[in-house]
């Protein structure tokens, strides 16, 4: 591609013109804010009330059932399947039909281990980029989201996406930015730490900014350089990139964070998820500090926002809440106070806390790691570690086993995710516990040496029969939006075409599964949401191409035409 083709710049003018004509459609799957129409899809939802029937005919409706049934019709009543197959009611006073015109139907996705409430804390008017393929789509992105964004704001995107998804596989340079948004400033945050890009008024502000006397005694400068890049070598935690978000959240209001949780849910359901476990990372109590990556947050008031949302209504996707705990203390002071003062799964099923996790303290803490574990078993909690090689996940079984001999878990639920490497006797033993596997498929957008398996073994863990799910780990590290995990389990392939996970491809009816009717397991409600079935809570997603009959690479492109929560239409692109 080359280097000549990088180093062309379109006038601004050339660019506009090019922008000018970005569809609506466009606007949802790359920009994913109000504008998209999204908003306005909540607020014309479907208003036929409690005793109205909402029938959706004339689709191919895959239930997910124990039969893999195809239906053509579903009917919704108080906010739960009534009836799913035969015939199509009649439109009439009572009942809303909608033709679907053989539109693919699936249940609505279920995400277990996703940062979604870190996503809505995010400062700025934060752009999702995780769909984008090159700079110019970038670029296009951006320019569609700063028409929500009001004189002054930043139009930020943090995390969620990586440098291996475009094409020229680098950041943005400060022109690239000042072409497609020239009169807001601009703030791309890598990851968890950096690094970081910005425009010619990004770097007006932080050039300031370093200047001026410092507004904390940690802080440090911010260094941007003439290219816009502001690097964060060297640092693991704080640096120059998290001295540019401390600046960002400075300004941020509880006003700015509830709008930011409202495009965070709405963006899930544009893409048909309709149900998130909630992993959050790293709480910090206290106020900001520079020290505090993306992925810091208060753990205290973090939540804020989204209970606010639900008071008043407006929360349109289901969200459980587990609890991170990150002491290295043998002691655990956090934890025992969380455990002895919080109800585990408690709430309604909008809203609801969950367990213990990500970890109840580092793997790596020894002594403490061991008491935590002890600790959520005596409480009857369930439990949840992540694990990155298959050390980690024998560390886990035997201290599973170690705390089985002296309470029970096995009815417990306990959890392992991400798993890039299993056995078979790991897996039996786990699965003697009662435990599950979380198989963690975001490596295809990590992953950029062909020769170095990525994971997880999809294959043999779904072979072995243990209790698994599917989880895309999103929205710090990889994307939030499945059907770009769902091609990586459906392929092995990751975001260059390279086959990374030779051996351990799912079938595309395998995958949904996972990432639907498998998934309601890990949050305790596989009775009620997974599957379109008589009797359980009418979550569903009507696709805008058939997922079982695209070519592969367009199982990236896959979208919701209509998601439907609670009986209810949360989005809508004007099928309905």
């Known amino acids: 591609m080359g280097k000549e083709k990088d180093r062309h710049v379109p006038s601004r003018r050339r660019f506009l013109r090019a ?97 979604i409430v870190s996503l809505g804390n995010r400062p700025g008017y934060h752009t999702v980029l995780e769909n984008t393929t090159s700079i110019r789509e970038v670029q296009e992105a951006l320019a569609v989201r700063r028409k929500d964004a009001p004189e002054g704001a930043w139009i930020t995107s943090m ?68 290219s816009g890049a502001i690097a964060a070598a060297g640092f ?23 709008r930011s949780t409202l495009d965070a849910m709405n963006y899930a359901a544009t893409v048909g998820l309709t149900a998130l476990l909630d ?33 008043e209504g407006r929360t349109i996707v289901r969200l459980q809440i587990n609890f991170l705990q990150n002491q290295s203390d043998p002691e655990l002071p956090e934890l025992k106070e969380r455990l002895r003062n919080q109800f585990p799964f408690f709430g309604d099923d909008m809203l609801r806390t969950g367990a213990i996790g990500e970890w109840a303290a580092p793997l790596a803490s020894g002594a403490a790691w061991r008491n935590a574990q002890r600790l ?30 002296e309470f029970d878990i096995t009815k417990l639920r306990w959890v392992v995710h991400h798993v890039p490497e299993v056995d078979a006797d790991l897996l039996s033993r786990l699965k003697a516990l009662g435990c599950g596997v979380e198989m963690g498929a975001f490596r295809w957008v990590t992953s950029s040496d062909p020769k170095v398996v990525a994971g997880p073994p999809f294959r043999t863990i779904v072979d ?35 086959q990374v996970n030779p051996g351990q491809q799912l079938t595309r009816e395998e995958a949904l599964r996972l990432f639907t009717r498998n998934n309601g397991w890990f949050l305790r409600m596989e009775n ?17 191409r058939d997922y079982f009959a695209v070519p592969d690479a367009d199982i990236k492109k896959i979208r919701s035409a209509l998601t439907i929560v609670n009986g209810k239409i949360v989005h809508n692109t004007g099928i309905a």
């Open 19 to 115: 922008s000018a004509g970005a569809s609506a459609a466009i606007g949802a799957a790359l920009a994913g804010g109000p504008a998209a129409g999204v908003l306005a899809a909540q607020n014309a939802a479907s208003e036929t009330g409690d005793d109205t029937a909402l029938a959706l005919v004339n689709g191919r409706i895959h239930t997910v059932d124990a039969n893999n049934t195809v239906a053509n019709t579903v009917t919704i009543r108080n906010g739960r399947f009534v009836a799913v197959g035969g015939r199509a009611p009649k439109p009439a006073r009572d009942v809303r039909v909608i033709d679907l015109r053989g539109r693919t139907v699936v249940p609505g996705l279920i995400e277990p281990h996703v940062h």
């Open 159 to 226: 995390g969620g996406w990586h440098p291996n998804q475009w094409v020229e596989h680098r950041h943005p340079t400060l022109a690239e930015l000042d072409q497609a948004v020239p009169d807001r400033p601009v703030l791309l945050f890598e990851r968890f730490t950096g690094p970081c890009a910005t425009n010619s008024l990004g770097k007006k502000f932080f050039d300031a900014a370093d200047a001026g006397a410092k507004v904390h005694p940690d802080i440090l400068p911010v260094k941007v350089s003439d």
């Open 236 to 258: 693991t935690g704080g640096g120059p990139s998290a001295s540019a978000l401390f600046y960002l959240r400075r300004m941020q209001t509880f006003a700015d964070r509830k």
């Open 279 to 311: 992993q959050v990372l790293f709480p910090t109590p206290g106020p900001l500090h520079p020290n505090q990556i993306l992925s810091n947050l208060d753990q205290y008031r973090m939540y804020d926002p989204w209970l606010e949302l639900h008071r």
């Open 376 to 405: 959520v078993a005596q409480a009857g909690w369930r439990n949840e570690n992540a694990v990155q090689n298959l050390a980690g996940l024998r560390q886990v079984v035997e201290e599973y086993e170690t705390v089985n001999r």
């Open 464 to 498: 072995h029969g243990i209790q698994a799910g599917i989880h895309g780990d999103g929205v710090h590290i990889a994307p939030l939006n499945p059907w770009l995990h769902i091609y990586y389990a459906t392929t092995g392939r990751n975001s260059f075409g390279d």
């Open 528 to 544: 009620k949401i997974g599957s379109i079935e008589p009797g359980k809570l009418a979550d569903l997603a009507v696709l805008d």
